[in-house]
């Protein structure tokens, strides 16, 4: 078992230069906020055309992928959905991060930029819990995925931060430097062979 490299990403979900994007979506937001909210505005609505389309409901269980087309720096984003809000609770998250990483191992991303589901009942130590226990069991199954940064609002970034300090870590992650602002004029990564090409990918 390879260990997974776990970072707190040092700039927004959609500048983090990764061979995947994955964003949250919840059945009642509307509009998406947060990471998916952002990502919807740089993809010029293609979230949003998918909800209205009947692609995309945030029930759980639920994934869309769409191609960025250089509107992030990951030439894709996976949209993953949780559910209610209100049924939303630590066990889910650790689904949530441990399908993400299966996801994103399925379509040979060898990193991912994970965005962090925001405004949720779950205290931060247990956030952190969620997030190490569901990247060990990735870890044990998802051959090919090596870093996952972790995308979240800087006050939420600090607090996981801090909670992360004050844990033990399994084995199955360690914990990588920083990640580096994103220099607005440097040019996108190319997309990774046979992840750009796909236009949308219904899972169930």
């Not at 947060?34 to 949003?48: I, M, P, Q, V």
């Amino acid at each position: 078992m390879r260990p997974i490299v776990l970072e707190i990403a040092g700039s927004p979900l959609e500048a983090v230069v990764a061979d995947l994007a994955v964003v949250p979506v919840f059945a009642e937001d509307r509009p998406l906020p947060g990471a998916a909210g952002r990502a919807d505005w740089r993809l010029c609505g293609a979230l949003s055309r998918l909800y209205a389309a009947g692609h995309l409901s945030g029930t759980s269980g639920e994934a869309a992928l769409v191609p960025s087309g250089g509107g992030i720096a990951a030439p894709c984003v996976m949209a993953l959905g949780l559910g209610s809000r209100a049924e939303f609770g630590d066990a889910a998250l650790a689904r949530f991060t441990v399908e993400a990483v299966h996801r994103a191992a399925k379509l040979r991303a060898s990193n991912l930029a994970l965005g962090w589901p925001e405004r949720i009942a779950v205290p931060g130590e247990l956030q952190v819990e969620a997030l190490l226990s569901g990247l060990d069991r990735a870890s044990a199954s998802s051959e090919g995925v090596a870093r996952v940064w972790l995308c979240a609002s800087a006050s939420e970034a600090a607090v996981l931060a801090q909670a992360l300090r004050r844990r033990e870590l399994p084995r199955g992650v360690v914990l990588g430097a920083p990640l580096a602002a994103a220099d607005p004029s440097s040019p996108i990564r190319p997309a990774s062979p046979g992840i750009a090409s796909i236009a949308r990918i219904r899972f169930k």
